[in-house]
Nanobody, 115 residues
Framework: QVQLVESGGGLVQPGGSLRLSCAAS????????MGWYRQAPGREREFVAR???????NSADSVKGRFTISRDNAKNTVYLQQNRLKPEDTAVYYC?????????WGQGTQVTVSS
């Protein structure tokens, strides 16, 4: 089994920054990618960013230039640095990890952008 523990969400004013973290543990010997999705109230869950073991990155157009995904392979931890946050970034952010082609999800962390 794989366990994911997220942290770093909270309330921030528009234009502010947050850094989300997600630590993976358990049967994680062959992680191929780690990433983030988000779900706003009344909306479907959407892709935010993903980083592969070889360092390749995919990210949604809506966050390019503002959010940066990174990964510490030694700690099996993925980060999402969020800068220039907007009210429309308000959502529950979910960490994912892909191990042996199976995707595992974290419990989610709330990010609220409001003045």
């Amino acid at each position: 089994q794989v366990q994911l523990v997220e942290s770093g969400g909270g309330l921030v004013q528009p234009g502010g920054s947050l850094r989300l973290s997600c630590a993976a543990s358990g049967s994680i010997f062959r992680i191929s990618s780690m990433g983030w999705y988000r779900q706003a109230p009344g909306r479907e869950r959407e892709f935010v960013a993903r980083i592969y073991t070889d360092g390749n990155i995919n990210s949604a157009d809506s966050v390019k230039g503002r959010f940066t995904i990174s990964r510490d392979n030694a700690k099996n931890t993925v980060y999402l640095q969020q800068n220039r946050l907007k009210p429309e970034d308000t959502a529950v952010y979910y960490c994912t990890v892909t191990v042996d082609y199976k995707v595992y999800w974290g419990q989610g962390t709330q990010v609220t952008v409001s003045s």
